[in-house]
């Protein structure tokens, strides 16, 4: 079956880093785009970043942009989030999805429901 397990996540104070690990399995992740999500306490799940399939097309929201970094290695079924200079408003639980379309534009990366499968999450959580 589908499945999509992130790791990395952790506790750690403002201005340090975390890699995010998402592994892939059950379905052909090599033709799928992937985007990263988080959801903090309260609030809405809100995207993070995004990849096309072959790793080309990378899309980010504003906040953190110059600050993650989006990656994949489609032979170990793997997509990353590099996290630096994390700010305690990057705490929230972070959820990779994958999405077959054809069309990963802007706007469909941006779009939750244009997302087919989906982990259970991992918290991240910074401190001053």
């Known amino acids: 079956q589908v499945q999509l397990v992130e790791s990395g996540g952790g506790s750690v104070q403002a201005g340090g880093s975390l890699r995010l690990s998402c592994a892939a399995s059950?379905?052909?992740?090599?033709?799928?785009?992937m985007g990263w999500f988080r959801q903090a306490p309260g609030k809405e799940r809100e995207f993070v970043a995004g990849?096309?399939?072959?790793?080309?097309?990378?899309y980010y929201t504003d906040s953190v942009k110059g600050r993650f970094t989006v990656s994949r290695d489609n032979s170990e079924k793997r997509v990353y989030l590099q996290m630096n200079s994390l700010k305690p408003e990057d705490t929230a639980v972070y959820y990779c999805?994958?999405?077959?379309?054809?069309?990963?534009?802007?706007?469909?990366?941006?779009?939750?429901?244009?997302?087919?499968?989906w982990g259970q999450g991992t918290q991240v959580t910074v401190s001053l």
């Open positions: 999805a994958a999405t077959r379309t054809d069309a990963y534009t802007t706007d469909w990366a941006r779009f939750a429901g244009g997302y087919d499968f």
């Open positions: 990849i096309s399939w072959s790793g080309i097309t990378t």
């Open positions: 059950g379905f052909t992740f090599s033709r799928n785009s």
